[in-house]
């Protein structure tokens, strides 16, 4: 079945960098997209933070844009966050997720991983 397994996130100072990795398998056909949405402290919706489809245009969450970077190794199931210049707003658990179907959405989802970033 699909799995994803991610890793990296921890805590850092306002102005420091992470990054986010996150490996997919279980699909033969691959994954059409990927990405990043996270979820903030008390909210239950969670919010997008990168997209990267196959072939397609990369999409960043308005507040990210020009501080982090979304990427995808060809041909691998393995999408990459590159998180800098870092806010305390940024604080959230982030989850990894893919599109096995070419559905549009992101349908499986990793276990989640905790970012906090101090003042």
């Known amino acids: 079945q699909v799995q994803l397994v991610e890793s990296g996130g921890g805590s850092v100072q306002a102005g420091g960098s992470l990054r986010l990795s996150c490996t997919a398998s279980g699909s033969s056909n691959g994954f059409k997209a990927m990405g990043w949405y996270r979820q903030f402290p008390g909210k239950e919706q969670r919010a997008l933070v990168a997209r990267i489809p196959d072939g397609g245009r990369i999409v960043y969450g308005a507040s990210v844009k020009g501080r982090f970077t979304i990427s995808r190794e060809n041909g691998k199931n393995l999408v990459v966050l590159q998180m800098n210049n870092l806010k305390p707003e940024d604080t959230a658990v982030y989850y990894c997720?893919?599109?096995?179907?070419?559905?549009?959405?992101?349908?499986?989802w990793g276990q989640g991983s905790q970012v906090t970033v101090s003042s």
């Open positions: 997720g893919a599109d096995p179907d070419g559905t549009g959405r992101l349908t499986y």
